[in-house]
């Protein structure tokens, strides 16, 4: 069985900043693609960003410049650092990952997810 928990969500001023962080754990294998959603009320869930387990980054063009993520392999373990947050960043923020298992290969988990708020 394999658990995303994700921490680090809250409540900020525009123009703050808010790091959030996620950890996979359970029968992992290998960790590949790891990354960040976001769903605002009303809308669909978006990709904010992504990680290759080489390092290589995706962002989405609302999160270029303000947004980097990160990841420790090591930990199992992906950030998502957030800077000039905007009341438009509102939104539950989930983590993804792509775990392979002893019985799954390349499997899509999600976590719980974590609000983010920010006040204008």
């Known amino acids: 069985q394999v658990q995303l928990v994700e921490s680090g969500g809250g409540l900020v001023q525009a123009g703050g900043s808010l790091r959030l962080s996620c950890v996979a754990s359970?029968?992992?294998?290998?960790?590949?693609?790891m990354g960040w959603y976001r769903q605002a009320p009303g809308k669909q869930r978006e990709l904010v960003a992504d990680?290759?387990?080489?390092?290589?980054?995706n962002y989405a063009d609302s999160a270029k410049g303000r947004f980097t993520i990160s990841r420790d392999n090591a930990k199992n373990t992906v950030y998502l650092q957030m800077n000039s947050l905007k009341p438009e960043d509102t939104a539950v923020y989930y983590c993804?990952?792509?775990?392979?298992?002893?019985?799954?290969?390349?499997?899509?988990?999600w976590g719980q997810g974590t609000q983010v708020t920010v006040s204008s």
């Open positions: 993804m990952s792509t775990i392979t298992t002893a019985t799954r290969v390349g499997q899509n988990y």
């Open positions: 359970g029968s992992i294998w290998y960790v590949n693609a």
């Open positions: 990680i290759t387990r080489g390092g290589t980054t």
